[in-house]
């Protein structure tokens, strides 16, 4: 009973058959059908003019992304628990040649405009110093928070004033909207490119790097091409999105995972270090509940020297949440 | 009936066998029972200690394989018709840092000791001028030709006398084996790296990159992961890579694939550009006669204002193979 | 008697005492008087509103500039005997990012718009090929020859209907104006910046690049800090420049330069492999020839195995000149 | 009565000196007499064979030292206050080719073993965590403060314990030596590279670079001419450094700023925020305080709301720094 990671689970059966029906001949790179078909559907998603590139990572995603907001000599500003900065292998520097990461605190692993503005205002307006150019949130966070609109609304309010543009790591992008209730476009706000997560939602291998900006979409169609991520069969990775889209399975799906991590949370309320917002627990346990756990058969990582992290992916099945919560509960 | 190019062709049903087999949980990124069989099944084909990575692209796999051999401040001597020159899109100036490309003509987009040499010799050895670190070989050329293992020793004793690596851009490294009879070892000679293609040859989107050094795979891992290529479910493209290899079915892909265009350019002997020792077939051919070709159903690429390109895949029916060549001879 | 190079000459009288003007305390970086002195110099030079920084060296200058004009995933259009392609140890690379320089040909090291058209055109418009974004010229070129206002004109209409940047390297631009009798500004034409040779001329580790658009600079100022080109003690490169610029001091040097190389020309009529239009003269000369003028007390460069280049420089002694015009005749 | 900083002082007179009597022919770049005879001067200074390269900048020196240390996909460990972090306008991250700079604390912005070492163990061994190749320490720190040697063996006993390279940044390394009283390699210890600086202790626009490996030295070669900064006419360079060599006028110089900074400091013993052990004094001091010192004359830099910061260099006249002592202890 695997409740290390989403980012391994297996891929949804529709997304199989997507892939099957694309199986046939088609025009090389991102000229066939499927993905031509992209930019119209996440416009529809969205209710703006939207432009998508499927890439095969979430960090070629965002790095695609943020190379188009931020020049070499610029700086981008993300929390200081980031998955760009503390987990993406230095990616950020490779593709944006060196630019810096300005780090900012703030709790659940989420900015917010009190947090960012005074590390703006840290920073003085002159060569020495790099300037921030961009934010980067992260929607679920890396502690599983979400934004709510009114808080992605202070930020766009910040950000419009400093002149900065905002991009967005959707890694768990579906998790967040399931939580919030509300439209994708409300949890997004007003930014300017979206990293929208498929792959620990049910794909196997693609996802979607989303531009409000045609302009932002083509120099990022370079930029993937410069990156080695234009695959010749894209027509699979097309089909990969869009299965995820048909009728919403991929909010379908996201709403599985983060009901498992309900069960999971509503067992274990006394032990959260963080409301469970979307498909991520972290519980208070020491290392003798830990071993308890795993002796039952519940793989998890440790978080730290005391606490443990569950994280629940659209396949975990009800049983073994439902077994994960009671054991947790009789410890 | 496509001979455009054999990067669009299906995915083969022992791929999708293997993509459907490993659908089940496993741990993430290479560390899965997948990926972890990877450099013992190349070490087995190559008969020496080889480490393979998988990527989805074959520019990921020539780059990340070049950014172990050549330093920002070095250069690369390739073919100046070269797929790195002019395909990818500045592919190696991004994972290169800047390195130089330093073109060298010959034969058939085949380089040789002959070609290769006047060219390092015209760089003086001064820091005003990038100075070469590998050179960078196609197995089979962009025009389907095959280095000889006598050619390729030719090339090593220079690279040996020289201090310089090898890159193999084996993106149709099958075709190459396929019509040299000889074995994969000797088919790729001396190399540092090589670019094992996967795509053009039944997989969906995974290559293999084959390093014959453990340190420089250990730089690549890390390189990978920078460039956003490490998948977090790497054990769909261990498994397309490891479904290829499984009872040689690389290598009847590929005979395949040349079958193919054997017959076609044994209809038309007399218009063939370059001798076709792979899966291309260049021919001299009017605006008219490509037009008349079109109207009876073949789709393929012109090749300047008087010749065209057909390119068979392992999927190609010998049927459309067979009905081109008349077409051909009936011109 | 030395005529390897203007690249190493002495220090100008008047650049010394400009030096020690300039030894007294004032603000660091780019804030001194004498800094902020240079926008306003070379506005009046050009008669149109510039901005210009000092930097050490012309690499600097080069690349400084073309990082403001073409994005690292574009390319570069120069000559193929540009310096900054082939003595420039891989800067561009470095400081575009890895962009690409695209090159063509042309008769004494200059293009034109006959020698660059073609090659645009020969680059499909797609993500796979680079696409070019700026063109570099030399005024004066490698084989010192001079792009007349109307070749220029030429070529600035077909940046204009291709969307190109323009670039100089002036790094002998005094002998371009020395020779062409035209104002600064008809010698540049519609440049988006010029890098505006110092060094060969008379300066001691000056040089200045110069923007004719503000934000062009900016963007400038922030590299150049990024580059570890922004010294602390700026006004010593800004007396440098503004000593030059005082009384058309760069005017003068360059224009003694010529003479010298117009009178060993002279003297060496048969002999010349390109017109001599600035401070460099190309003869053909064997190696006998070639000894026998060392013998007799002359450096110089051999270029290739049957020619020799002589360089003047603004404290080239008539003396010396004349010698070697003698010397040469006496062959 | 200027004590903003050192980095604006005038150039010492036997600066001048040395400059003058470089102005006469020789060969470019760094095959003047004068540039080779820098590895030996440098060598006989540290008493082991070193290899030094002159440059303009601080950042230069610092950047090209690093870039021999930390590879594109690794990590340089520095202090969260050091220049390359705080004032470099993001070099590092342009030389290094997006490298990522870790930080860690220390007091006074000096490392020491024990801050260094839960950084370090903080990274987790994967490719997904940026790798620490190398350390940076400052001496003096930015705060004043110089490393003992002591501090310094215990340092690289933990680099040499991780396999980490050591880099020193010594823009004012002169200063550090003249407080310890030891020798120049004592006040090093086992670093790889330092940077030797110059521009702070009377010279006008060159800087040392040191390097203990002659590879070391050979890779920052190429990379010197690829950033720009081989200037052609190196010759002035070399004469600044060998200058402030000769006679150990470097020691001299910086016992001067020494004796001033000292000097200030008795007088506000009681408002120090950093003992002085160079050439910087960090003062509580109210912004009333800071009104009337400037009304007296006295230049300098706020430090936040509460303090103020007084630099002196080889240049500050005895008497200013009297008269500021006298005003600070009349406060």
């Keep these: 009973m695997q409740f290390l990671s989403d980012n391994a689970a297996s891929v949804h059966p529709q997304v199989w058959e997507a892939l099957h029906r694309a199986d046939c001949a088609d025009t090389p790179y991102d000229t066939d059908a499927l ?16 432009c998508a590139l499927w890439v095969a990572t979430g960090t070629a995603a965002n790095c695609l992304a943020l190379a ?11 929390h200081r628990e980031a998955h760009i900065e503390t987990d993406e292998g ?6 944006l040649h060196g630019a810096k990461l300005v780090l900012a605190p703030g709790e659940g692993a989420k900015l917010s405009s009190g947090t960012i503005r005074p590390v703006l205002d840290s920073i003085r307006n002159d060569v020495h110093q790099v300037q921030v150019h961009a934010l980067s949130l992260t929607q679920a966070s890396e502690y599983g928070r ?8 202070a930020i766009a309010g910040l950000a419009c004033e400093r002149g900065l543009a905002i991009h967005m790591d959707g890694a768990r992008f579906g998790n967040a909207v399931a939580f919030l209730q509300c439209t994708p476009a409300e949890a997004c706000g007003a ?10 939602n049910g794909a196997m291998n693609a996802e979607a790097v989303v531009f409000f900006d045609p302009a932002l979409a083509d120099l990022a169609r370079h930029r993937r091409k410069r990156a080695g991520h234009l695959q010749s069969k894209g027509r699979y990775l097309a089909a990969q999105v869009l299965a995820l889209l048909e009728g919403d399975l991929w ?34 346990c020491t290392a003798a509940e830990r071993q ?15 606490a443990a992290r569950f994280v629940t992916a659209w396949d975990t099945r009800p049983d073994d949440a439902r077994a994960l919560a009671r054991a947790l509960a009789a410890l």
Tied chains: 1, 2, 3, 4.
């Design 191 to 200: 930014v300017d490119a979206l990293s929208f997560g498929c792959v620990k």
């Design 35 to 50: 993905s031509r078909r992209l930019d119209a559907a996440f416009s529809d998603l969205f209710g703006r003019e939207a």
């Design 146 to 153: 979400c934004y709510r609109p009114a808080e992605l609304a």
């Design 68 to 78: 188009t907001l931020v020049p070499p000599h610029g700086a981008l500003l993300c």
């Design 292 to 306: 308890a756990l795993r002796a039952r058969g519940f793989g998890f990582y440790d978080w730290g020297p005391d």
């Design 90 to 95: 230095g990616a950020p520097g490779f593709y």
């Design 251 to 284: 909010l379908a799906n996201a709403r599985a995972a983060n009901a498992a991590a309900a069960e999971i949370a509503g067992a274990a309320a006394d032990r959260l270090l963080h409301p469970v917002e979307a498909n991520e627990v972290f519980l208070r």
